[in-house]
């Protein structure tokens, strides 16, 4: 039986002075504390057998990902499932009682939580996120991989994994900048789930981190 893991790792933190809901925008690099917690989970993970580091193409998830891969000599491979969910309030503030969601005209999007009606549905995202996970899986056989994320693809499809309905409270949501959602293999068998934070919490509650 062979052993492999996969961890989807959250990028670090985001320059993002406006506080905006950024989602697929180009241009949104990592701050500062960002660039520090990638290359903490960089030192966390040197002492593993890493053999394939891959990541969204987002800026931010590949300044995440880029010190991992050097720390390895691996090259940075992309995959565009591991892309943040698309969302209609792209661009925005979207804060509960800020911004877009004050708005009427923007309340028809929000006719359905459950799908959710104003972005890609919850099923879609965990489906393309688990493609992204097994791909990294077999080119990591027996060893490990690390996949670089957001917050939301990872989250859905964690919960989707664990049987939990996919609408949920993002306010509730168990997935920290820089953090590790590690999914242990046997063969092809997911066996178990480890979440770990190399570069401590941060609160789910803040947008735009």
Same mark, same amino acid.
């Given at each position: $039986? ?14 993002? *002075? ?17 660039? &520090?917690?990638? =290359? ?26 880029? *010190? ?7 090259? =940075? ?6 892309? @943040? ?7 925005? &503030? ?21 799908? *959710? ?11 393309? $996120?688990?493609?992204?996970?097994? &791909? ?20 859905? %499809?964690?919960?989707?994994? @664990?049987? &939990? ?17 590690? =999914? ?8 178990? %789930?480890?979440?770990?934070? *190399? ?11």
């Amino acid at each position: $039986m062979t052993r492999t893991v996969v961890h989807l790792l959250r990028h670090g933190e985001v320059h993002n *002075p406006e506080g905006i809901l950024y989602g697929r925008l180009p241009g949104f690099k990592l701050s500062e504390r960002g660039e &520090r917690q990638a =290359l903490t989970v960089a030192q966390h993970l040197a002492d593993h057998n890493i053999a394939h580091v891959v990541a969204s193409p987002l800026e931010r998830a590949q300044q995440t990902a880029l *010190p991992i891969a050097d720390s390895h000599r691996l090259d =940075l491979a992309t995959d565009e499932r591991l892309i @943040e969910a698309d969302n209609q309030f792209e661009g925005q &503030r979207v804060s509960v009682g800020d911004g877009a969601l004050r708005s009427p005209a923007h309340w028809p999007k929000l006719r359905n939580p459950f799908l *959710p009606s104003w972005g890609e549905p919850y099923l879609m995202i965990a489906h393309r $996120m688990l493609g992204a996970v097994h &791909r990294a899986r077999q080119a990591a056989t027996g060893r490990e991989a690390v996949c670089v994320s957001h917050q939301l693809p990872i989250w859905t %499809l964690r919960r989707f994994l @664990e049987g &939990r309905r996919m609408w949920h409270d993002p306010r509730r949501r168990e997935c920290s900048l820089a953090s590790l959602t590690s =999914l242990v293999f046997e063969d092809e068998r997911l066996v178990r %789930l480890v979440y770990t934070e *190399p570069a401590g919490a941060t609160d789910p509650k803040v947008t735009g981190a």
